[in-house]
């Protein structure tokens, strides 16, 4: 593997040293936008270093029954381990993640209680890493990480990087109390402390060409056959989300939505293709589509001799022209999320788009060059009845009648998940025991029903493993600081389903109930 625009520093000079973790595999790690932007926002400053880790493949939890050495996990840039770091800042994304973090600490032989750590720094002894972390799943609810993490950056973190490491340099320099040093940064907005419990703010970059596009990027090539985005050429155009569907994360923890304008990201493609050597670009943002500018954006990169990728199109915003671009762009799959098969619960969900308008949008797909379609959709969903399930087949149904063949239709059907601060945050009732069987027999019919479909190729398998992994997901999405010690547990005892179930018995800690609590209107987190 070669890593275009790779940055060695030499420690000798440096002030701060930043390790910066995706806690999953290197693949998607790099195709992780905030990875490549927090990479290059520190390392633009010459007194700080940036170097990456990743989770290694093929472990075994928890990492103290892993065979493997410690030399697994070094950072890229010069092979050093994680407690040579000041900082270890971790992106977190996914709920799942957690059992990874917890991998990754104790690998490092680094303790997994911020309160251990702590105490071994008011004993005088050779301090542990600051660890710290942010990212979506952090700002959506941070409390079942408290005793894990030292401290949690909530919301953009282009406002306030800057301060903190600021009054890290001043605590370094100084050394002084750690407390000192927290109720430092807890004045700064975005910023929560749980050994503290500081009222905290969602800090918000008001104007999105503060942002800076990396203009050494970090490109990864490789000879893998299977990949990712990890060598395309990343471009943040729009932040949020205007459309406010119900259970999208990023339209209520990314709001307001803001786009970057047209003149600054035409300066970021032209500098993506001054500096570093790609076929491709990637439009990043929730949706790309919105920017009133994008078709505009899209002609720029097409005549500038590259290729395009976004990661979906809502479904109003497929015309005739942004076929043609996709076309001109090579575009192999266009992929929608309707989410669900009615009209009615699509439009509960405030998705206000008719199957009509799907089968049209679909119609000028199948028209076109552009053979593949992929699909998303929600099960579970709050209000949904056997019937809505029926509506997804039917639906696809109609789909493949286009004239769709030969697995040309790739369908993802996942459980939804609740997350705070959403108007479906209190909507965990498929995740009481006693109804998981119907998430259960819901994906089985719709599986049953759609393998008869030639066009059909099916992305979900495994359904039992998926319906309870959404299950722990939810769990850590809505739980509160008490969660925190039967997450410790359920890691310590191999990060398994059977053994969440020991430890919850083992704990006196009832899932069920703590969703029925949830129901009933408690509230663990508020932004």
């Given amino acids: 593997m070669f890593e275009e625009n790779l940055i060695i520093k030499d420690w000798r000079k440096i002030d701060l040293s930043f390790g910066l973790i995706y806690p999953n595999i290197y693949q998607l790690g790099m195709s992780s936008y905030s990875i490549r932007l927090l990479y290059f926002m520190i390392n633009s400053n010459p007194n700080y270093v940036c170097e990456r880790f990743f989770l290694p493949e093929n472990i075994k939890y928890p990492a103290s029954d892993d065979s493997s050495p410690i030399n697994r996990i070094r950072s890229i840039e010069t092979k050093l381990l994680p407690t040579d770091f000041d900082i270890l800042g971790f992106s977190v994304h996914y709920e799942n993640d957690f059992k990874n973090i917890l991998w990754m600490l104790e690998k490092a032989q680094i303790p997994l209680e911020s309160e251990k750590r702590l105490n071994n720094l008011s004993r005088k002894s050779e301090p542990y890493p600051l660890v710290i972390g942010g990212g979506p799943a952090i700002t959506s609810n941070p409390l079942p990480m408290s005793k894990v993490f030292d401290l949690f950056f909530i919301g953009d973190a282009e406002p306030n990087l800057k301060f903190f490491f600021d009054e890290f340099l001043d605590f370094k320099s100084r050394n002084y109390p750690i407390e000192?040093?927290?109720?430092?940064?807890?004045?700064?907005?975005?910023?929560?402390?749980?050994?503290?419990?500081?009222?905290?703010?969602r800090a918000v970059l008001e104007n999105l060409n503060q942002s800076p596009t990396p203009a050494y990027q970090l490109l990864s090539k490789s000879d893998k056959i299977k990949k990712i985005f990890e060598e395309n050429y990343f471009v943040e155009i729009n932040r949020g989300c205007p459309f406010r569907c119900k259970f999208c994360l990023s339209s209520f923890h990314n709001y307001p939505f803001r786009n970057k304008s047209f003149e600054e990201i035409i300066t970021s493609i032209k500098n993506g293709l001054k500096y570093s050597n790609f076929e491709k670009f990637s439009l990043i943002g929730s949706c790309v589509s919105s920017h009133p500018r994008f078709s505009e954006i899209c002609e720029f990169i097409l005549n500038s001799g590259k290729k395009l990728s976004i990661p979906s199109i809502r479904i109003e915003h497929i015309t005739p022209q942004i076929i043609q671009i996709f076309e001109r762009s090579g575009v192999k799959t266009i992929t929608i999320a309707p989410e669900t098969g009615n009209d009615s619960l699509r439009y509960e969900l405030n998705k206000k788009i008719s199957n009509?308008?799907?089968l049209n949008a679909i119609e000028m797909i199948r028209k076109s060059k552009i053979r593949n379609v992929k699909f998303y959709f929600l099960i579970g969903?709050?209000?949904e009845t056997d019937d809505d399930i029926i509506g997804i087949v039917t639906l696809l149904k109609s789909i493949e009648k286009l004239g769709f063949t030969g697995n040309q239709l790739k369908v993802n059907i996942n459980?939804?998940?609740p997350k705070l601060n959403t108007p479906y945050e209190n909507k965990c009732h498929y995740y009481l025991s006693e109804n998981l069987n119907i998430l259960l027999q819901r994906f089985k019919s719709l599986e049953e029903e759609l393998k008869s479909l030639s066009s059909i190729k099916i992305k979900f398998k495994h359904t039992k493993r998926t319906i309870n992994a959404a299950r722990l997901q939810t769990l850590i999405s809505l739980g509160d600081s008490s969660i925190s010690e039967l997450l410790l547990q359920y890691y310590a005892n191999g990060a398994t389903m059977g053994a969440l179930r020991r430890v919850e018995k083992e704990l006196g800690f009832s899932i069920d109930d703590y969703f029925?609590?949830?129901?009933?209107g408690y509230k663990p987190w508020t932004i």
């Fill in 180 to 201: 000192d040093f927290f109720n430092n940064v807890s004045k700064i907005e975005g910023i929560y402390i749980p050994s503290i419990d500081n009222p905290t703010n």
């Fill in 356 to 358: 009509d308008s799907i």
């Fill in 381 to 383: 969903l709050p209000e």
């Fill in 415 to 417: 459980p939804f998940i």
């Fill in 516 to 520: 029925r609590k949830i129901q009933g």
